[in-house]
């Protein structure tokens, strides 16, 4: 039975008694309008009116019954049966949104007024052209003491290098001096044994009686003079060497203090490049070829360095010679889709354009806070020439993941059909069909009670309930698995997922107005 049909029960007329014709009044109906005369009539209108006193001039009383011969008939459910999955395709649509392949808000990383709006929106630009110039002029200070800083530390390095070559030299006289103090322990040592010789020639002849006291006397101071001489020449030597290694520690400090100076350096352009990097701030580059979508300062405006939080977006820059349609599909179909499920992509600003595609890349995971998984198609958006570029090239500059290909044409060349513009909105849909030996149904034979899933089977004549879990639902196709009750080895029962056989009549409408238990005459039908 469906929705614009009804249920007629033909009823038997009841034979009037002759007593209740409308020829002549009966005496208790000659009471009641006596009644209703005595208290207004008022009371006998009303329960005539509702039924309560049956009205005598009705031909056809509410009441009156079904002859017991006549049976209702059964009402009739127009049954399916569940198909085979492939042979019946399965999409899916889902919301979608155009993005830029890349899209930058850029912010000032220093505080200053704005000198200089290089483009405006409309402007193509290249990686690392300068976009907004800011005014920081003590940055640019910074730059200059840093640069001389440098200049101070090389001027203290060339002192360090020309020490380093005194106290080399210094090594040089130390070590000649320490031969010419050996020399001349040599020299006063001769003259020691020559005036040691002397005197003692002397003593013996002044023990002869030869020569007189006095004369041994002056030999033998010259001998002592002689002899001290030595020990001061041999002192000599000793400093001479101390100097040489005084020398040689001059050296080594004056190399270390070359290394200092050179390390100093170091930092000082460390510094200077620290101090151009600060400077750079002061500039606002393109991150990568694109075109500026917006532009939100002037020049004489005062912005604020990003890191204080308190900055706006100066510039925004996308690249929208591609673009990615993004769209989140329902985690059922989240084990479904791979890197090639073919789809269609539909802009609500492009009507009747069907552009098709394949899946460029998704997220492996399932969001928790909405149960959908990210899927994103990568569509050339540009003209001819940067197309043959882009072939040209074999790939594409600085693309979002290495693996990613080159992406499909969202239009054939000279096409009038307009562009992709991010922000668009329209649908993706995937083709995810394909289960093999699995059945599926029509959406419309599912249907839910208090939050569960059911479908409505006939068998034997009558109707039966079973539950169900929704593995895939399309809008248009589904495909369930029953939850059957099944006894355990222990003897308890629980509920196990079993797959439609293609056999089921499964009823595909009005199954709440048919409700469970329900004696039903069949009406196959096809889908």
Avoid: C
């Avoid at 130390?174 to 020299?187: F, H």
Wanted: hydrophobic share 40%; aromatic share 4%; net charge neutral.
């Amino acid at each position: 039975m469906d929705a614009h049909e009804t249920e007629h029960v033909e009823l038997t007329p009841v034979t009037q008694p002759p007593h209740l014709k409308t020829g002549g009044l009966t005496r208790w109906l000659k009471i009641a309008l006596a009644a209703a005369v005595g208290f207004g009539g008022v009371g006998v209108a009303v329960a005539v009116f509702t039924g309560v006193i049956p009205n005598p001039f009705d031909q056809h009383p509410k009441n009156a019954q079904a002859s017991p011969g006549r049976e209702t008939s059964a009402p009739s459910a127009k049954v399916i049966r569940p198909k085979a999955a492939a042979s019946v395709p399965i999409t899916v649509d889902q919301l979608a949104v155009v993005e830029p392949y890349y899209r930058a808000d850029l912010r000032a990383r220093a505080s200053g007024l704005v000198k200089a709006v290089r483009h405006d929106i409309g402007d193509k630009v290249t990686q690392g052209e300068v976009l907004v110039e800011i005014d920081v002029p003590e940055l640019v200070q910074d730059v200059g003491r840093a640069e001389a800083t440098i200049v101070q530390r090389e001027k203290e390095l060339k002192v360090s290098e020309a020490k380093l070559k005194d106290a080399q030299a210094a090594v040089k006289v130390s070590a000649a001096t320490i031969k010419q103090r050996e020399a001349d322990v040599q020299a006063v040592s001769a003259t020691r044994d020559l005036k040691k010789g002397r005197y003692e020639r002397f003593a013996a002849l002044a023990q002869k009686g030869d020569v007189v006291g006095s004369v041994v006397e002056e030999e033998q101071r010259d001998y002592l003079a002689s002899e001290a001489a030595v020990t001061a020449a041999k002192a000599n030597v000793e400093r001479a060497r101390a100097d040489y290694s005084e020398s040689e520690s001059k050296v080594e400090g004056a190399a270390a203090d070359i290394d200092l100076k050179r390390a100093l350096i170091d930092g000082a352009r460390k510094d200077l490049d620290k101090a151009k990097a600060v400077a750079a701030y002061a500039t606002v580059v393109a991150p990568f070829d694109g075109v500026i979508v917006r532009r939100s300062v002037d020049p004489g405006s005062f912005v604020q360095n990003a890191t204080t939080g308190n900055s706006e977006t100066l510039i925004s820059i996308a690249r929208v010679d591609l673009v990615t349609i993004a769209a989140r599909f329902p985690d059922a179909f989240a084990s479904l889709v791979t890197a090639d499920t073919p789809a269609e992509v539909r802009v609500d600003g492009l009507p009747g354009v069907t552009i098709p595609a394949a899946v460029t890349r998704f997220a492996p995971s399932v969001q928790n806070a909405d149960r959908t998984m990210r899927v994103e198609v990568d569509l050339f958006n540009g003209d001819n020439a940067e197309y043959q570029r882009l072939t040209t090239a074999g790939k594409v500059s600085y693309p979002k993941g290495p693996t990613d290909p080159l992406p499909a044409r969202a239009f054939a060349p000279g096409h009038s059909a307009g562009r992709l513009l991010p922000g668009m909105t329209g649908t993706m849909r995937l083709q995810v069909g394909g289960y093999g030996k699995s059945f599926v149904l029509p959406a419309t034979a599912v249907y839910s009670r208090s939050g569960t899933s059911y479908v409505l089977l006939v068998e034997d004549g009558k109707t039966k309930q079973v539950p169900v879990r929704v593995q895939v639902n399309d809008g248009k196709t589904v495909r369930v698995a029953m939850l059957v009750k099944r006894k355990t080895a222990d003897g308890n029962t629980r509920e196990v997922l079993t797959e439609l056989t293609g056999a089921e009549q499964v009823v595909a409408a009005r199954q709440l107005e048919l409700g469970d238990g329900a004696s039903v005459s069949v009406a196959p039908a096809d889908w």
